[in-house]
C-alpha cells in the first residue's frame, strides 16, 4: 500500500490469550504476533504498545523551541471543551 510506503506502518497491537498480535490498520498485510508465558503480560505489552501519540501532539513540546504549537495546542484544546459544553446543552 503506497501509504504505508510514504508514512510508515500504522500498526494496531492486541491479545489473544497468551499471544500478542499486531497488524497495520490501514489493511496492507503486515502483522505479527509473539507468544508470552502468561496472557497478562501479552495484554501488558499489547496495551503498551497500542498507544496512540497523534492526540497528544504538543502536550509534551520543549517550552521556547516549539512556543507555537504548544499555544496552538492550547487554542485546539479550549475549543474543543467549548464545543463539547454546546452539546452537553
Keep these: 500500500m503506497l501509504s504505508c510506503r510514504v508514512f510508515g506502518h500504522r500498526y494496531r497491537f492486541g491479545n489473544e490469550g497468551a499471544t500478542m498480535r499486531w497488524a497495520c490498520e490501514r489493511g496492507c498485510g503486515a502483522g505479527g ?3 508470552y508465558p502468561t496472557a497478562a503480560e501479552a495484554r501488558r505489552f499489547a496495551r503498551a504498545f497500542d498507544y496512540d501519540q497523534r492526540g497528544s ?8 523551541g516549539l512556543l507555537p504549537l504548544r ?4 487554542l485546539a484544546d479550549r475549543v474543543t471543551r467549548q464545543e ?6
Design 57 to 64: 501532539t504538543g502536550k509534551r513540546a520543549p517550552l521556547f
Design 33 to 35: 504476533e509473539k507468544k
Design 71 to 74: 499555544m496552538w495546542r492550547m
Design 84 to 89: 463539547d459544553r454546546s452539546q452537553d446543552r
